[in-house]
């Protein structure tokens, strides 16, 4: 999986979940922002890169 992906990914679901129509559209994207971080992170570590964390925006 590329990372520039997840990182657009990631933002795209940060910008929804602030925008939601709802309360479970603005859930649902957070859980997916939520995803994208863990993936970010699991992949930074297999490229021997440091984890920068991502915590405190999603």
């Given at each position: 999986?590329?990372?520039?992906?997840?990182?657009?990914?990631?933002?795209?679901?940060?910008?929804?979940?602030?925008?939601?129509?709802?309360?479970?559209?603005?859930?649902?994207?957070?859980?997916?922002?939520?995803?994208?971080?863990?993936?970010?992170?699991?992949?930074?570590?297999?490229?021997?890169?440091?984890?920068?964390?991502?915590d405190?925006?999603?």
């Amino acid at each position: 999986m590329d990372l520039n992906y997840l990182l657009h990914r990631h933002q795209i679901s940060l910008m929804r979940a602030g925008s939601g129509s709802s309360d479970e559209a603005r859930h649902a994207h957070r859980g997916l922002a939520t995803g994208y971080r863990q993936r970010i992170a699991a992949l930074r570590e297999t490229m021997g890169a440091a984890a920068m964390t991502l915590d405190r925006v999603s």
